[in-house]
């Protein structure tokens, strides 16, 4: 992990990830076209943080940090001036379970935590187990409630909300 780097995304370091996952989307495209608008404006905003992952100066994994209720779908509890909603956890599959996601995790946290946030959440789909198990092993045991989140297209999934303290 010597050629690891964990940082804070750049406007160009977005665009070239954004991307790429409009590249591998392999249906319809548009919900991943109108996301990367949404977070590059987003950004410029100071809503979110992108965290960034970068091997060898190649983007491996990511997480986003939402910072402002009017930008997170049902955000009572999940996103106020001492909450932040963590979305976007990405990681290129061969560089899974290799620790480089949990250094980016351990690094964002640091970085929120110097920004006075005392908690962070994230929301999972009900059937996405294995990422269920890695958030409760990350601490986020608390469950907050359920609701149906829609995408741009129209697409409606239901949401399990959890949180975890990081005072």
């Known amino acids: 992990m010597d050629n690891y780097v964990c940082k804070i995304a750049t406007i160009e370091e977005m665009n070239k990830k954004w991307d790429y996952e409009i590249d591998k989307a392999v249906d319809d495209k548009s919900n991943w076209i109108i996301w990367k608008k949404e977070n590059i404006e987003r950004f410029k905003n100071n809503q979110i943080i992108p965290y960034y992952g970068l091997l060898n100066g190649k983007i491996i994994c990511e997480c986003t940090a939402a910072l402002s209720p009017s930008i997170v779908q ?45 908690k962070v959440t994230l929301g999972v789909e009900p059937e996405e187990t294995k990422n269920k198990n890695i958030y409760f092993n990350y601490g986020f045991n608390e469950h907050i409630k359920d609701a149906k989140e829609v995408y741009p297209d129209g697409t409606e999934i239901d949401v399990e909300y959890y949180g975890k303290s990081i005072k």
């Open 74 to 118: 049902n955000s009572d509890n999940l996103v106020d001036e001492n909450i932040a909603y963590l979305t976007a956890f990405r990681t290129i599959p061969e560089y899974q379970g290799k620790g480089y996601f949990s250094r980016l995790f351990k690094f964002m946290i640091n970085d929120l935590q110097a920004r006075g946030y005392k």
